[in-house]
């Protein structure tokens, strides 16, 4: 079966793919040994331990904050941009702090969201982002769940990289190592700023 591409957001099945996120990631990395959960792609990439203070970071900065924006001020006010790289200040937490706390922050986005009881004319509703311009409100709702399934990507592409050289011509067949090299190709292009700066907001 295959799923349009223009279709709607579901605002059943988005929220209820957000709230399998937390307990997914927890089940796979909550005792990942420290040389998975600490690696990366190279200089200016991210390791896992730095996906989840993003996934966090957006949490508090981000959906929430944005769909309230949108719903108070439309078009007439721009969204605050949003700092993709504010989790490289923060102090070092451990894996199990780091999936405690945004279990915890998105909980409290959901809640958020069910409480404002958004029908599907709301999804049409507009607001203006600082880069893109004019935004539906659906599309925003859209990107989140969009957001969740790219650091998933992220996290296991990061960890099969390590297995490069151990997989041996299997490289060849394996997607996922494949992606992999070439982010390394790119390296500069995603993920590079490391303090906030105009390319580092959205």
Do not use: K
Not at 78 to 88: G, I, K, N, T
Not at 164 to 179: K, N, S
């Amino acid at each position: 079966m295959t799923t349009s591409s223009t279709a709607a957001f579901d605002l059943d099945l988005g929220p209820a793919t957000l709230r399998r996120t937390p307990p997914m990631l927890d089940a796979w990395l909550r005792t990942m040994p420290s040389t998975l959960l600490e690696c990366d792609e190279g200089d200016g990439t991210w390791s896992p331990l730095v996906v989840l203070g993003h996934l966090i970071e957006g949490e508090r900065h981000d959906w929430i904050p944005r769909v309230r924006h949108l719903l108070e001020h439309g078009e007439a006010v721009p969204f605050a941009p949003f700092d993709r790289f504010s989790q490289l200040r923060a102090p070092a937490r451990s894996v199990a702090h780091l999936l405690d706390e945004f279990a915890a922050c998105r909980a409290a986005s959901l809640d958020a969201l069910s409480a404002l009881r958004l029908s599907a004319a709301d999804l049409d509703r507009r607001g203006r982002h600082p880069e893109f311009g004019a935004v539906t409100l659906g599309q925003h709702l859209a990107t989140w769940v969009a957001h969740d399934f790219d650091h998933v990507v992220q996290i296991a592409r990061t960890m099969a990289n390590t297995l490069r050289g151990p997989v041996g011509p299997w490289r060849a067949y394996l997607r996922v190592i494949r992606d992999a090299a070439a982010v390394a190709d790119q390296r500069g292009v995603n993920n590079t700023a490391q303090t906030s700066t105009p390319s580092a907001q959205r």
